[in-house]
């Protein structure tokens, strides 16, 4: 049977981990296990890991669910066009026990004190996971050093990390790419498909091209970490919910008080969909802060942060008991504004009660074994200002080249503050079944590549700053997301 498998394998032009291997071998029939997997992949993976080959099972099981799915992507719903079923499929979240752990985020691991040897180690962490990422990419298998592929004359397959992005008077664009020991110019020629590429400063790109001899890289293609497969969702057995928040904004003068009684009403009255929302995802900015930008006193009506926090926990604490919040800082909140930034302070920490879980900014959850990466979302300001097209109104796509680069903050030194720790927790590992963020006042769900999207509004009307800078809130609403199908809607308020 081994040989049998290998040589399946091989006729594949793919690769599998020795565990994978052992694994299939325990399975009655190997080659069918392996092929339903490949089977669900849009291209050949490279290496197919054990992690993928044990997933396999499941994937044939939730076809049947992921076709339903799909026949109802996650789309922006006004509450007439709420889909019946996810009304009647509700569970009442009230019969179920809470069920959510923090898998990764800073708090208690911050050991950074902004040292030279800090910011080398950082960059080094970064480079190094996201090369790993970009190897196992079948169009950069056996890419080479810089220091190497420079004296190449073949085609050339490099990784490095953005250090520069110039136009020259011609209309192309340049690259300076650099790994651990080299530096190199890639041309990006403007009558080329790959002109329209934009990368930003400080992400990490494979390069597929060829060596000029002028030592200028030529390039043909290029690659990033991307997700390399559409996921399937894998969700939970029964249709709990669980509903999104950030920017809440209490103590501003501009916080939506009517708003915020209606959607607490909302959350518990008898109303099914309601009724079925077992988690709330807050994810920063829940207060207005003090002295966050100038003349902020100006526009408070709260002007002590506990007395900010004290508002918000007595807002929280009326919530029916069934919701167990979740809730991460944002740039306003009362932690260090460096990301990654820790969860609250037990001083702050104490004035909630026992229904609020406090993670860190980003955190990784699982809720119910449904993975949420959830993000306040920062980094979108130098995304914005970085990528054309890029706007505050249309914070999903934004979420989209966030996964795309694998990194939720790619830019170093741009508004986005980020302390360099020793690994860099600004990564995205592990591919997310729902990814979350808010910050820029919008609202809306989607999807990429099977991992559901969702910007979760404001609490908080047109703000001066804003209405100075033309960006227009979209507030009062609320995205809740299915955790057995990945279904999403908004309900406005
Ligand atoms: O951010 C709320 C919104 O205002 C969000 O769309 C970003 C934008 N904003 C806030 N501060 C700035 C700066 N300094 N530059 C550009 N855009 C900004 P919030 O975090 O709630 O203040
Ligand atoms: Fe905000
Ligand atoms: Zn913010």
Redesign the pocket.
């Known amino acids: 049977m081994r040989e049998e498998l290998l040589a399946f394998v091989s006729n594949r032009g793919t690769l599998l981990q020795p565990d994978a291997i052992e694994f299939l071998l325990t399975q009655r029939d190997p080659v069918e296990r392996l092929e339903a997997f490949l089977g669900s992949c849009p291209e050949t993976p490279f290496v197919v890991t054990l992690d993928d080959v044990m997933r396999a099972g499941e994937i044939a099981r939730n076809a049947a669910a992921q076709i339903s799915t799909r026949a109802a992507p996650p789309t922006i719903l006004a509450e007439a066009f709420i889909p019946a079923s996810f009304r009647r499929l509700g569970e009442k979240a009230e019969d179920r026990e809470p069920d959510v752990r923090i898998l990764r985020d800073i708090t208690g691991h911050s050991t950074c004190e902004g040292t030279l040897a800090d910011f080398t180690r950082y960059f080094r962490h970064r480079f190094q996971v996201l090369r790993n990422m970009l190897r196992s990419r079948h169009d950069l298998a056996g890419a080479q050093e810089i220091a190497k592929a420079r004296r190449s004359t073949r085609e050339v397959r490099i990784i490095g990390i953005v250090a520069d992005v110039r136009t020259t008077k011609n209309g192309h664009r340049i690259l300076e790419i650099e790994d651990e020991a080299d530096r190199i110019a890639v041309l990006l020629p403007s009558e080329s498909a790959v002109a329209s590429e934009i990368a930003v400063l400080d992400e990490v790109v494979g390069i597929v091209g060829t060596v000029n001899d002028r030592g200028l890289v030529i390039a043909q293609s290029i690659i990033r970490p991307d997700l390399p497969t559409v996921k399937t969702f894998h969700g939970t057995r029964h249709h709990v919910r669980a509903a999104f928040m950030s920017?809440i904004?209490v103590g501003s003068r501009t916080f939506l008080e009517d708003k915020w009684s209606k959607v607490s009403a909302w959350l518990g009255s008898a109303d099914e969909i309601a009724g079925s929302i077992r988690y709330l995802v807050v994810s920063g900015?829940v207060v207005d802060g003090i002295g966050?930008?100038p003349r902020q006193d100006e526009e408070l009506v709260i002007d002590d942060i506990y007395g900010q926090y004290e508002a918000l926990a007595r807002m929280v604490a009326d919530l029916p008991d069934r919701v167990s919040v979740i809730m991460l800082p944002?740039?306003?909140d009362a932690v260090r504004p460096a990301e990654p930034q820790p969860a609250f302070p037990t001083s702050i920490q104490n004035l909630f009660d026992s229904n609020v879980i406090f993670a860190g900014n980003p955190s990784l959850l699982s809720v119910e074994g449904v993975r949420i990466l959830a993000y306040h979302g920062?980094s979108m300001?130098d995304l914005v200002s970085a990528i054309p097209g890029m706007s505050?109104a249309r914070p999903l796509e934004a979420m989209k080249a966030m996964l795309r680069m694998r990194h939720l903050a790619p830019i170093y030194g741009g508004?986005t503050p980020i302390a360099p720790e020793a690994e860099d927790h600004l990564i995205i590992d592990e591919i997310p079944d729902i990814f979350a963020t808010g910050?820029?006042?919008a609202a809306g769900v989607d999807q990429y590549r099977g991992v559901v999207l969702v910007n979760s509004s404001t609490w908080q009307a047109q703000t001066p700053?804003?209405k100075m800078?033309n960006?227009e809130p979209m507030p009062a609403r609320l995205p809740i997301v299915d955790l057995a199908s990945g279904q999403a809607i908004v309900r406005e308020f």
Do not use: A, F, M, S
Request: charged share 30%.
């Open positions: 920017d904004h900015d966050v930008y944002g740039n306003h920062r300001d505050y508004k910050h820029v006042h700053y804003q800078r960006i």
